[in-house]
């Protein structure tokens, strides 16, 4: 099978490219992007999907792309580079997919388009996204809805993770994780917030099960690590895996929104990109708790638990960290 995955020299990509580059009697592998490679470089072509003669050109002889490419940070400038990225470059993949005849797409979206504090939504739960990222995810799902009208024939088969950790990710969790290992953590909220998250190793391996098993029709899958834990649970299990007390402090919402708001306003006078925002200060405070039992029924068995994969991301990051210094950064 020819798989071409657009955007992969990220932190998903990468890993799903090691996955499935362990069955090389069973895949052939490009990857295309505008950034290289730091593992794969030798499959890696450079490509942007807002380019239309790039995709044309290198979805040659391919049978299936997956779709990583995305702008995802929640401080990009300027914000119309959400949609050229996220929405036009979806329309530029299926007119290069329709021009080299491929039919069947996995495309990377997020439960960012059922927007916050939403009660467990399923895949059928209406769109209400809060931001530019999630707004353009679920464009490029409408666009996708369309496209399909019109080409039935093609398996096409979208994913909506929640909040991905893992090994070598600096983001959100990432900076959660390291601030209450430290101890300087300072808990915004009662802690009883539920926080739906994803190991990069479930969430790679589900999309290797996709290709391999679920070859028809238009499929939307919520992609979260069950059971769920709020941060009150996260803080615990955090301590005993890494055997040391973490004091932990309250701050009710209000103040904790106040710092929010200081930090925009000194990262608008500096020009930098802080690592605390008013955006994340109520997206941490907010419930994110999704129904994945669709991902269940369909047979997938993650091969790791979410605790599992918190232990393996600690004790990478955290107890016995690896002397090169690769780091992906993302939300």
């Known amino acids: 099978m020819n798989i071409t995955l657009i955007g992969a020299s990220g932190f998903v990509g990468t890993r799903l490219i090691e996955l499935l580059s362990r069955e090389k009697e069973n895949y052939s592998l490009k990857n295309i ?41 929640d401080d990009v400038t300027p914000t119309s580079l959400y949609y050229d990225t996220n929405v ?13 005849n491929v039919k069947r797409l996995v495309f990377f979206s997020s439960v960012a388009v059922y927007g916050l504090n939403k009660n467990n939504p399923n895949e059928e739960h209406y769109a209400d996204p809060f931001n530019h990222y999630g707004k353009s995810k679920w464009q490029a799902e409408q666009v996708l809805q369309e496209w399909y009208k019109t080409h039935q024939d093609w398996n096409i088969n979208i994913i909506r993770p929640t909040v991905i ?4 990710n600096r983001g959100n969790v990432y900076n959660l994780l390291n601030q209450i290992s430290s101890g300087k953590f ?7 917030n539920v926080k739906s998250m994803a190991y990069v190793g479930n969430i790679v391996a589900f999309v ?3 290709i391999d098993e679920i070859k028809d029709n238009y499929n939307v899958f919520n992609y979260i690590d069950k059971p769920d834990c709020n941060m009150n649970d996260l803080v615990a299990h955090i301590s005993k895996v890494l055997n040391k007390h973490i004091p932990m402090i309250h701050f009710p919402y209000w103040l904790g929104m106040c710092g929010g708001y200081c930090f925009d306003i000194l990262a608008f006078v500096t020009r930098k990109k802080l690592n605390i925002s008013s955006v994340r200060v109520k997206k941490f405070c907010a419930t994110t708790q999704f129904d994945s039992s669709k991902v269940l029924a369909s047979g997938f068995v993650p091969p790791y638990t979410l605790k599992e994969g918190l232990a393996r991301t600690l004790e990478f990051e955290f107890v016995h960290p690896k002397p090169d210094d690769i780091q992906f950064v993302s939300e």
């Not at 044309?56 to 997956?66: F, K, S």
């Not at 036009?88 to 080299?100: D, F």
């Not at 950790?165 to 070598?168: K, L, M, V």
């Not at 300072?186 to 009883?192: H, R, S």
């Open 88 to 100: 036009e470059g979806m329309k530029k993949t299926l007119q290069a997919m329709e021009k080299n």
């Open 165 to 168: 950790f893992g090994e070598r």
């Open 33 to 73: 992007d505008i950034a290289e490679s730091h593992f794969f470089p030798e499959i890696t072509k450079k490509g942007d999907v807002r380019n239309q003669e790039d995709l044309d050109r290198e979805l040659q002889n391919t049978d299936i792309v997956v779709l990583l490419a995305a702008q995802h940070r």
């Open 186 to 192: 300072l808990m915004v909220g009662n802690g009883t």
């Open 208 to 210: 290797k099960y996709m």
